[in-house]
């Protein structure tokens, strides 16, 4: 009998142990070593050999290192769920004894701030990093070689145990993100922060909220208290709405960051801006403002960009947002504007560009703004796989980086294929086939992989109600897009799948609503 959901809580637990120690689906040709994704820069493990976590095993840190500690109490959360079972998080001393997991920035290899190396021996295990983020993600690895049933919060067999071998890792690019849109179908915190758990699971590093849509605003400022009020107040259908307050957006850029994930929030101008336009009508050409809008088309809205108090507004949403949102970045939109001349949105883009910069953050904006004159260091999101790229290899020539999102691969709103219910086709549909076999540094014309920043994975939210529909769309495809942006050039597919595969128990086990592409050979 399979493992599913509708089995006995024991029958589900001997499938995960399984799982665990057997974890590649069986199928025909060679089998991956092993079932990490992203898959490791280098990775040699020995199946004859393990490190078993005992009642004795302790987590052992740095002295006077408090990351590490943290961490280290994360990984003793993840090993135990009780008071028994979960081991003590102590200092390191002289003499570290046997049966102890290490978490140490001594001696690490020159991997970056972001590299590791996660060592095993029947002895013990070390995690060598030379700064915080690597030790995290060195200790997401190991998480991913213990049981499946470690993610489980009630309770799972003991001992656990690794296989004894060496990795060593580093990402391939700094930015390796993805993208919520809560404007069209709110998200509240909680949910957000579920998705920002899985995605640091997969070692990616930048959450991308898109805050504002013709649908609705989702970000207190303090300062124009209507935006969320009245522009909050309802989503796509019709249906009531939602924001974040200050505090709780600031409780969510805190979450995010112990995760080493950095929030990027978005604030789309000039276009995409109905639920502003109908909270305050002198943004407003006219001063008259529209009603509030629920339906999915593009394009129709506009600031007043001949207007000064267009300016102090956008000056003020800046202002209030960088208080809460500590990361460097902000993301201006700058698409699909259609009721501008070209004149007035170079205009616009070249002005709100400064008012960002005074307030000390870096410019982020799709890939219409490489049309416009853009500061050095402006990223550009390029997300029209046939739109731009003449101009974006210009921008990139005159200091700007790319952020690769083509829509008809890293799109997870795309549906799968056509009996999809959720999603959307306009840029085709995208298998989880289609979402991994494609590579940043071939995408544009012109612009080599020096000029990359990295890759994000966008989820629009026009059909989108629910976590469980955001996490449908996004699950098994983001994985993917977290492997294209870390591991090594030259991934095989035929292979991936097969890692994939062996995820299904541990996504069963966390409770994530993942579509089971037919074209992946599941671990049931």
Known sequence: MPCTRSASPA?????????????????AGAQPAHAIIPAPVRAELDAGARFEITPETTVRYEPGNAEAARIGVFLAGLIGNTAETTPAVLPAEAEIP??????????????????????????????QAAAPAGLFYGVQTLRQLLPPALEYTAAFPQPLWVPAGRIEDRPRFAWRGAMLDVARHFLGPDDVKRYIDLMALYKLNRLHLHLSDDQGWRIEIPSWPNLTTYGGSTEVGGHPGGYYTQAAFADLVR????????????????????????????????????????????????LCVEKE???????????????????????????????LSAEQYARFIERVQGIVAAHGKQV???DEVAETDLRPGT????????????????????GARVIVSPANRAYLDMKYDSTTVLGLQW????????????????EIDGVGEDAIIGVEAPLWSETLGTRAD???????????????????????????????GAHAPRWVALGVNFYRAPSVPWVE
């Not at 960088?322 to 504007?337: R, S």
């Open 11 to 27: 029958l589900v637990l001997a499938c995960l142990m399984l799982a665990a120690f057997w974890p590649m689906p069986r199928t």
């Open 98 to 127: 046997a049966g102890s997991i290490v978490l140490t920035t001594q001696g690490a290899a020159a991997l970056g701030d972001e590299g590791y190396t996660l060592t095993i021996t029947p002895e013990r295990v070390t995690v």
């Open 255 to 302: 979450y995010a960051r112990e995760r080493y994930i950095t929030v990027v929030p978005e604030i789309d101008v000039p276009g995409h801006i109905n639920a502003a336009l109908a909270a305050y009508p002198e943004l407003n050409c006219d001063d008259a403002a529209p009603p509030l809008y629920t339906g999915t088309e593009v394009g129709f809205s506009s």
């Open 309 to 339: 108090i267009t300016y102090r507004f956008f000056d003020d949403v800046v202002r209030d947002l960088v208080a809460v949102a500590e990361g460097p970045y902000f993301h201006i939109g700058g698409d699909e504007v259609e009721t």
């Open 364 to 366: 982020v904006g799709w």
């Open 379 to 398: 990223l550009v999101q390029h997300w029209r796989p046939d739109g731009s790229q003449e101009a974006i290899a210009e921008a990139v020539a005159h």
């Open 427 to 442: 840029a085709g549909l995208v298998s989880v086939h289609d979402a991994y076999t494609w590579d940043p540094a071939d």
């Open 470 to 500: 955001f996490e449908f769309m996004a699950f098994p495809r983001l994985p993917g897009i977290a492997e294209i942006g870390w591991s090594p050039p030259g991934r095989d597919w035929s292979e991936y799948r097969v890692r994939l």
